[in-house]
């Protein structure tokens, strides 16, 4: 039969063991949640990022229709002011030989 001290050395010693391997299993467990959370965060952060891209691209394709609508209506009413211009022009023109025309004649 052992002798008592020897058999609490032992259980001390088992005991110390069990203690050593839950303190490496806690570090494993640790270690993979902090790479599983960095993972998580890097995959968030994509997604944000793609939103964000997403957004920015659709806006600026608003612009550039807004852009594009406003350059249409500029350039119809440059037309229309052009060919209203025009007509002015004529009547002018008629306005100015008839008074030249009266005061000759």
Do not use: N, W, Y
């Not at 050593?20 to 944000?48: G, N, V, Y």
Request: net charge positive; charged share 45%.
């Amino acid at each position: 039969m052992a002798h008592p001290v020897e058999e609490v050395m032992a259980a001390e010693k088992e005991a110390e063991k069990i203690l050593k391997k839950a303190e490496e299993r806690k570090l494993d467990i640790i270690a993979k949640a902090k790479h599983e959370t960095l993972a998580l965060i890097s995959e968030r952060q994509r997604q944000a990022d793609a939103e964000q891209e997403a957004i920015i691209k659709r806006k600026s394709e608003e612009l550039e229709r807004k852009k594009e609508k406003i350059r249409s209506e500029g350039q119809t009413k440059v037309s229309q002011l052009e060919r209203s211009a025009q007509g002015g022009i004529s009547k002018a023109k008629d306005f100015v030989l008839k008074e030249f025309e009266g005061r000759l004649g």
